[in-house]
């Protein structure tokens, strides 16, 4: 797995510590967390993260296609933009727009998501704020499942069919010298 935009590291570090093969990717933060896990291009990733990215993207259709290419498995986050477009400003002002702080830049209505899978080949699901590309078919109905047990425990569950990394990644940092 590979975690685009992954900040200080620290999902990358948490999957590896119940034993989820992950590595980390991102151009703007340092890796403080899952150091000696970067992402390397010789590694090619079966799934793959991004969140709270999406609308951080200057050039939205070219980073997208560069990440897809990586891996057209792209689970990520984005609030989409509501129909009709809401107000900037006043009573009716969304709150994604993100004005006070003024790095959100680009938006997606749910067509805009699926347009963008059908240029790559790529199924797309949605529900809430989370979106998947991917190579097969999901039924969104048990896309929103997932979605709904995730929140409810099923990571418990799924931790329990794992080996933890945290004592050989531990090794290999020290040998590595990190």
Known sequence: MLDFGGGSGLLVRLLRDVGIESYWSDEYCENLFARGFEWQQDRKPTLATCFEVFEHLPNPREQI????QICPNLLFSTELLPCPIPESSGANAW???GFSHGQHISFYTYKSLKLIAKAHNLHFCSYGGLHLFSQVYIS???FKWVIKLAL???FKILKKRFISKTMSDCEKLNQMGL
């Open 65 to 68: 296609d560069s990440m897809l």
């Open 95 to 97: 709150w994604y727009y």
């Open 140 to 142: 969104p109905l048990y």
């Open 152 to 154: 409810r425990g099923l």
